[in-house]
């Protein structure tokens, strides 16, 4: 199964734009980047000319003997015994940050006379561009790819209820969901949990509904990020990277999930473990979700970097990681109860993520209180707390209303569409959709 993406539109409006610079797809291992990069070349184009530089080593002396785009596609092209027009097809450089030269070269083909319709992708592009100094700033275009949406899940998963789930967030207002509806998508979005978001994961448990076989994929993904620690870094690095990497599943099962580094090894300290975190985070494997005691414009700026979260990339690898049982999940409310809501907040995490295209913050107060995310939108800031039960009980979120009067305010939980006043309760299965909620109920009363 290849499942439709949400991306496909940004990168039809690339090809359309007559001034397009090469494009770089960012993302983690295994979320899918060639697969729509390859599908989106036969939808849009007359051929897909693909290059992938880790499985063709001996593609990287083309980049090094020449600078010329004219000559490497040449040279390519004989390579492949294949015609490059370049006026009909797309050119995929895949894997790039194998081949810096290749990287060095996107340089040239954006200042050609000619628009090439180029993109790069690359499963650690981000760790390799924090070290390479010869990256050519400003002459690319960049978009990110994440794990599939649990939109892009459903649309594929269920289309009698994807075609539900659209209609009820298309209303100019806010309209409760009817039960025959609320209900199912409740259930399939407990599936999304166990298999999450990773391409081939999701794929197979849809075709196939089978958890062993499931699990062994994402065992397998896993394991090729560990493999990638000790590839790419060195030993030392490679050890301290791992033990970052365990310790994810306890960190967040502490009442107090803040990022604690005596918990990833007895005496560890943060100068000694601070660029294993980097390095996972331009990985793109983790979220790093920093506090703002000070919710103003703009967050970023606001942000302590000394006190943080960290969230897996998708909530699939986190529940195999943490090896708790799917079962518990597909009946009853236990999913709200297990691994004390842990598995809402990643998912809630990498959602927002995927949906302003960097991560949120979180805010605390001095008594204590906690808003589990903070985001800004449009120039307001707006507290996000997350429910994984169904009480209404909101201590922290009235304090922070108290104090800073926020003109929307919002709820994600297992409950039904619901606005009462300035706070709007949003269904866990529509987190994807908060931006559109807010923007619809902001028209509204304008």
Not at 109 to 128: P, R
Not at 150 to 167: G, I
Not at 364 to 389: L, W
Request: with cysteine.
């Amino acid at each position: 199964m290849i499942f439709k993406r949400n991306i496909t539109s940004k990168l039809l409006s690339w090809k359309n734009d007559k001034s397009k610079k090469p494009l770089v797809i960012m993302g983690a291992r295994q979320v899918g980047k060639t697969t729509v990069i390859n599908e989106f070349g036969k939808d849009h184009y007359r051929d897909v000319h693909y290059f992938n530089f880790e499985l063709n080593p001996e593609l990287h002396e083309f980049f090094k003997i020449n600078k010329s785009p004219e000559r490497i596609l040449s040279d390519l092209s004989l390579f492949t015994n294949k015609h490059i027009d370049i006026t009909a097809s797309l050119i995929v450089f895949d894997e790039i940050q194998a081949c810096p030269d290749a990287l060095t070269s996107l340089k040239y083909f954006e200042e050609s006379n000619n628009k090439y319709n180029l993109i790069a992708a690359g499963s650690l592009l981000g760790v390799t561009l924090g070290q390479e100094r010869s990256f050519p700033v400003g002459k690319v275009e960049f978009l990110d790819l994440y794990p599939l949406t649990f939109e892009e899940f459903l649309s594929n998963a269920d289309d009698r209820l994807y075609q539900a789930y659209c209609h009820y967030i298309d209303q100019s207002k806010i309209v409760k969901i009817p039960t025959a509806f609320f209900e199912p998508l409740l259930a399939t979005f407990k599936k999304y949990l166990i298999c999450g978001g990773m391409p081939e994961a999701a794929s197979h448990f849809v075709l196939n509904n089978s958890v062993n076989e499931l699990q062994k994929i994402q065992d397998a993904i896993l394991r090729s990020y560990q493999l990638d620690f000790a590839k790419y870094t060195s030993p030392v690095t490679a050890n301290r990277i791992q033990y970052i990497w365990n310790s994810i599943p306890s960190q967040l099962a502490k009442e107090n999930k803040k990022f604690i580094y005596k918990a990833v090894k007895k005496g560890a300290r943060a100068r000694e473990y601070e660029s294993s975190i980097t390095w996972l985070t331009q990985a793109g494997i983790i979220h790093q979700i920093y506090n703002v005691n000070n919710p103003s414009i703009p967050l970023q700026a606001y942000r302590d970097l000394s006190a943080f979260k960290i969230y897996m990339l998708d909530v699939g690898l986190l529940m195999r990681k943490s090896k708790l049982n799917p079962s518990t999940l597909i009946t009853g409310h236990d999913l709200f109860k297990e691994f004390k809501g842990t598995l809402i907040e990643n998912y809630v995490a990498q959602s927002l993520t995927n949906s302003i295209g960097y991560e949120p913050c979180y805010w605390t107060s001095d008594r204590s209180a906690e808003i589990d995310y903070i985001i800004e939108h449009n120039n307001k800031v707006i507290p996000i707390e997350v429910k994984s039960g169904r009480s209404t009980r909101a201590k922290s979120l009235s304090e922070y209303d108290k104090k800073y009067k926020p003109e929307i305010k919002i709820r994600i939980s297992p409950l039904n569409l619901q606005l009462d006043n300035s706070l709007i309760n949003i269904p866990i299965f529509y987190t994807d959709k908060v931006f559109k909620i807010i923007d619809n109920i902001l028209d509204n009363h304008q």
